[in-house]
């Protein structure tokens, strides 16, 4: 396993935390009681919180195996959450067999897990590192020593945003992932909308709360800002289910998230 620097932290397992609700969605089993909770009061207010889940995940494959196919070899997938196979490097590398990952998060569930993110192909190289999103700098400075950021790098920030709010400059924060990068890199990028459901929106954000985790959704013009200064793939800023839609998605009725795909230029 790479070194990433940072000890393990404290697992708190009194209050619920979104990664581990989000691994309850996906039917995963690194979860505890509080998170199931949580999960469920989710699931009484929005009923196809699972299929939003999924729709996220096979976005996220469609997505990378996209930016794969256009050469890209190199990702930075920050808010990795835990591994729920198949990862981002068995998409990237069963394309590009020595494509490169580096994989970020903060929670101390993935940290625990972050070896199996680490066993990719022979020629491939991946690596983790323990560190939020909210310090863009530390990321890029861990991407640097794994990734040549000469090369273009595809940014994957799924189901991440959501939970960066206003005070904390998410645009800014995206801004400094992505000046470092190549030109040719991608953005790769999911986010939550209450444009679907505010009232349900809001009783979904104070069970977040409950676990002191603030929310944000934002909406269509919103997400679409993350994206500015690039070239939106096609077909553009859209539903997760719209994106690029292939033979064999588990989810295909519209979900409450938009997503795209964009190139830097």
């Not at 993110?117 to 991407?143: C, K, Q």
Request: proline share 8%; hydrophobic share 40%; net charge negative.
């Amino acid at each position: 396993m790479t070194d990433t620097g940072f000890g393990p932290e404290r697992i708190d397992t009194g209050k619920p935390h979104s990664a581990r609700m989000y691994d309850w969605f996906l039917d995963g089993k690194d979860h505890y009681p509080v998170d199931a909770d949580a999960a469920q009061k989710v699931m009484q207010l929005f009923p196809g919180v699972k299929d939003t889940a999924w729709a996220n995940r096979e976005f996220m494959h469609r997505a990378a195996r996209y930016v794969a196919h256009r050469g890209v070899a190199q990702f930075l997938d920050v808010g990795t959450g835990i591994p729920t196979e198949p990862n981002l490097h068995q998409i990237v590398q069963a394309v590009t067999p020595d494509a490169r990952v580096v994989y970020a998060d903060n929670d101390p569930i993935v940290l625990r897990h972050a070896e199996a993110l680490l066993r990719g192909t022979p020629e491939g190289r991946t690596a983790y590192v323990h560190a939020d999103v909210r310090d863009p700098e530390r990321i890029v400075e861990f991407a640097r020593e794994h990734l040549d950021l000469s090369r273009p790098v595809g940014l994957s920030l799924i189901a991440l945003l959501p939970f960066v709010t206003d005070d904390q400059d998410p645009y800014g924060i995206v801004r400094t992932l992505l000046e470092p990068l190549a030109p040719g890199s991608h953005l790769l990028l999911s986010h939550v909308s209450a444009e679907f459901d505010r009232r349900v929106w809001d009783r979904i954000a104070a069970v977040y709360r409950s676990g002191n985790t603030l929310v944000r959704a934002r909406t269509h013009a919103e997400v679409a800002r993350f994206f500015d200064a690039l070239e939106l793939c096609e077909p553009g800023v859209v539903p997760v289910t719209s994106w690029r839609p292939e033979p064999g998605m588990r989810v295909r009725v519209e979900q409450p998230v938009y997503v795209g795909v964009a190139r830097k230029p």
